[in-house]
């Protein structure tokens, strides 16, 4: 009976442990897919302009997309931050 235990109480750690880090592998897999589909939604985007890669307004198009995607994010962000502080769930200390 105590082995039992003792081994149980050896098993759970490790399992909490090891299912975190199948957690963050599976946000960093579903970051690098979500990047992926931007590049290739962009790259839609811009061949529809009638441009190809390499040419100066294709990659012009690429950078204010890129840019504005990046300005929602950090919108998104500040929108977030300001909830939580509303509900207290934050603290800018």
């Given amino acids: 009976?105590?082995?039992?235990?003792?081994?149980?109480?050896?098993?759970?750690?490790?399992?909490?442990?090891?299912?975190?880090?199948?957690?963050?592998?599976?946000?960093?897999?579903?970051?690098?897919?979500?990047?992926?589909a931007h590049k290739a939604e962009d790259d839609a985007k811009c061949r529809a302009k009638n441009t190809k890669p390499g040419e100066a307004a294709y990659d012009?198009?690429?950078?204010?997309?890129?840019?504005?995607r990046a300005t929602k994010a950090v919108i998104d962000y500040q929108k977030a931050r300001d909830f939580d502080r509303v509900l207290g769930g934050l603290d800018d200390r």
């Fill in 60 to 68: 012009a198009c690429r950078q204010e997309l890129a840019t504005k």
């Fill in 1 to 36: 009976m105590m082995r039992r235990l003792g081994f149980l109480a050896v098993l759970l750690p490790l399992s909490i442990a090891l299912s975190a880090c199948a957690a963050r592998g599976d946000i960093e897999a579903d970051r690098k897919a979500a990047e992926e």
